[in-house]
């Protein structure tokens, strides 16, 4: 079992850059893929990055990349989310999810296994 616990949402401004931590307990995270998802309202949940442990590759959407950065801290078992030029329609609920299956499984939620309860960050223009 893998637990994982959010921290750093809240209200932020456009244009600003705040840090999500994603805590990881229970057992190693030795070949988990640990990622970002985000939900806002009315939409589905949608990859945001990834990060295969340790030092594996990293996984963006398209959209986003160049604007958030994942990261590990494998001392620490936390993975860490950088957002950069805040846009309103960042707004959502950040979730941190982990799964341990073969390489092309990144990006689907249904792939993950370990959910943290999300963090929401809400962007004001």
């Known amino acids: 079992q893998v637990y994982l616990v959010e921290s750093g949402g809240g209200l932020a401004q456009a244009g600003g850059s705040p840090r999500l931590s994603c805590a990881a307990s229970?057992?190693?995270?030795?070949?988990?893929?640990v990622a970002w998802f985000r939900q806002a309202p009315g939409k589905e949940r949608e990859f945001v990055a990834g990060?295969?442990?340790?030092?594996?590759?990293?996984y963006y959407v398209d959209s986003l990349k160049g604007r958030f950065t994942i990261s590990g801290d494998n001392a620490n078992n936390t993975v860490s989310l950088q957002m950069n030029s805040l846009k309103p329609e960042d707004t959502a609920v950040y979730y941190c999810?982990?799964?341990?299956?073969?390489?092309?499984?990144?990006?689907?939620?249904?792939?993950?296994?370990?959910w943290g309860q999300g963090t929401q960050v809400t962007v004001s223009s």
């Open positions: 999810a982990a799964q341990r299956r073969a390489a092309g499984r990144e990006y689907r939620a249904s792939e993950y296994d370990y």
């Open positions: 229970g057992r190693t995270l030795s070949n988990y893929v």
């Open positions: 990060i295969r442990w340790s030092g594996g590759p990293r």
